[in-house]
């Protein structure tokens, strides 16, 4: 089992004990990917490598986006240039923690997306043109779609084993100034990335239950 994986609590065993015939996956790939996962604030030293991140993006793409258009675009930040200029642009509670981790990942919104769909997108020839001509529509899609890839990266970095610290605590002017200065581009989340260290999250706050959350018409 993983590393990542922690000790079963109750409502997970009660949950397993009902439901655990209803899923495909393993339960050591449940856990990995949902209920042992947490938001990590501190890491190891182990450095995340490229081809990881390769590995992570390959399988984070299969998931599904409106019309494909597949609008996320994902800065990593490794330089230490370039992690000072993101640092300054953190939260406070943010700023010790995105300095430490092994590795920093901006991920943005591609205000642009709809220029790749000749290649993405090429059984329909006018889509091009219809989002180019209503800047409002392309503007929410790829805001929405991007933000959808986002979830899908985070489920993407545990199933490569590591945690995922993801935020939004920053200022965004002056994070897309600093990065994204084109205006194309805009920050959704800031991730960190790597081996969660001690003490890497907080105890685990309650769920909603499925009364709560799910009806039925």
Known sequence: MSALVQSTSPDVTDFETEFAGQLALSRDGQDLL????????????EPVSDEQVKAIYDLAKWAPTSMNN???????VRSQQA???LVQT??????????????VAILAADHAFHENF???FPHFPGARD?????DTMRVNTAELNATLQVAYFI????AAGLAA????????????EAFFPGGEHKVLAVINIGKPGPNAWMDRLPRLDFDEVVSTV
């Open 90 to 103: 953190m939260a406070d509670g943010n700023k010790i923690k995105t300095a430490a981790a092994p590795l």
């Open 70 to 76: 597949q609008p996320l675009r994902i800065l990593l």
């Open 165 to 176: 610290g993801p935020m939004t605590g920053y200022d965004t002017d002056a994070l897309n």
């Open 118 to 120: 000749p290649k993405t």
């Open 83 to 85: 992690r000072e200029r």
């Open 155 to 158: 489920l993407a970095v545990r």
């Open 34 to 45: 949902f209920r042992s996962a947490r938001t990590a604030n501190k890491f190891t030293d």
């Open 130 to 134: 219809m989002f180019a001509a209503d």
